[in-house]
């Protein structure tokens, strides 16, 4: 499985980026995707993530709840992380993670930058 992320860049508080990931090889082993994120001198954090199956059940930090919201196409095999309200603590390299059910069970991306000035 390969993973390419988009959207990242820098954006004033309480301004929006969208995120993008795009899978392709063995996808139909994916069983779930998400987004974390890491900022500097701090530990790697799961921001948000989606269920591919059936439903697309969703989980998310706290820090992030009512702002970012995570959706899926699985046509085009592509997560997305909408980012509403943001705000200079968001600041992080953004990864995105693919869990599957075939080792080596957990896939990453490049990771993509955002930073947010006040």
């Known amino acids: 499985v390969q993973l390419v992320e988009s959207g990242g860049g820098l954006v004033q508080a309480g301004g929006s980026l969208r995120l993008s990931c795009a899978a392709s090889?063995?996808?139909?082993?994916?069983?779930?995707m998400g987004w974390y994120r890491q900022a500097p001198g701090k530990q790697r954090e799961l921001v948000a993530i989606?269920?591919?199956?059936?439903?697309?059940?969703?989980n998310y930090a706290d820090s992030v709840k009512g702002r970012f919201t995570i959706s899926r196409d699985n046509a085009k095999n592509t997560v997305y992380l909408q980012m509403n309200s943001l705000n200079p603590e968001d600041t992080a390299v953004y990864y995105c993670?693919?869990?599957?059910?075939?080792?080596?069970?957990?896939?990453w991306g490049q990771g993509t930058q955002v930073t947010v000035s006040s």
């Open positions: 989606i269920t591919t199956r059936s439903g697309g059940s969703t």
């Open positions: 090889g063995s996808t139909f082993t994916i069983t779930a």
């Open positions: 993670n693919a869990a599957t059910m075939v080792t080596p069970y957990d896939y």
